[in-house]
């Protein structure tokens, strides 16, 4: 309960904060949009767009360099721990689903010269855009030259090198296309047809209600209390990632 009071009240308190202080720190900033904690801007000097009803966690990061923009649409989700570097143009679709410590970059490091240091070589960027409805699983990393379509999904902890059509379900390192009918693991599978059976078979043994069975006043209280728990942990506490 604690734990549940804390993160509200910081969640408000950045919300604030962001929108107080947002024509400073956002090229735009839509209505709605929700700060769970600091977010690490180390250069300032490009463009950070913000669409309306967006939720950023805690832990995030957004590097974007001069002449640089950042662009999240609406009702984007940005987990945990993300970091997003756009050296030209990074462009995240409307309703997108970034998980926790997601790697974001539109740039690579130069090392075409032998003699000298990489880090003296500097960066080679181009665009990239993540299209609408996308899902980005947790600790997956986009690299320059990748991209994604509308409705994509990219697996947990792969590493993206190429632009995936619309419609794509990929994972691996590096990450390859995969059927869909493939992408879908046999074990969760199996596990909800086996639950779906089991609550098949109790609803079809179940005794018929009688007068001594019938929940108690009591018992409905407590029922009636698990689920607006619920709800209020569902809406402040857990967000969808």
Request: net charge positive; charged share 20%; proline share 5%.
């Amino acid at each position: 309960m604690i734990g549940f009071v804390c993160n509200h009240m910081s969640t408000l308190f950045w919300t604030a904060f962001y929108h107080a202080a947002g024509r400073v720190i956002f090229a735009k900033l839509g209505q709605g949009s929700k700060f769970q904690g600091w977010i690490d801007i180390p250069q300032r000097k490009g463009r950070i767009s913000i669409g309306r009803n967006v939720h950023i966690c805690r832990f995030v990061e957004f590097s974007v360099t001069n002449q640089a923009e950042l662009i999240i649409e609406d009702g984007t989700f940005i987990g945990r721990g993300t970091v997003i570097s756009a050296h030209q143009r990074v462009r995240i679709g409307a309703n997108v689903l970034v998980a926790e410590y997601v790697s974001i970059h539109d740039n690579n490091h130069n090392t075409r010269d032998e003699n000298l240091q990489i880090r003296c070589q500097g960066f080679e960027a181009e665009p990239m855009e993540v299209g609408d409805d996308c899902w980005i699983g947790a600790k997956a990393t986009l690299v320059k030259g990748a991209g994604l379509g509308r409705r994509c999904v990219l697996g947990a902890g792969a590493v993206l090198t190429q632009k995936l059509p619309d419609n794509t379900v990929a994972a691996g390192v590096p990450a390859q296309p995969m059927d869909k009918k493939a992408a879908v693991f046999p074990v969760v599978a199996e596990g909800k047809k086996q639950v779906f059976m089991q609550n098949e078979t109790s609803l079809n043994s179940r005794p018929k209600s009688t007068a001594s069975n019938r929940p108690t006043p009591h018992s409905l209280r407590n029922k009636i209390g698990r689920v607006l728990w619920n709800v209020v942990w569902t809406m402040f506490y857990r967000p969808s990632p």
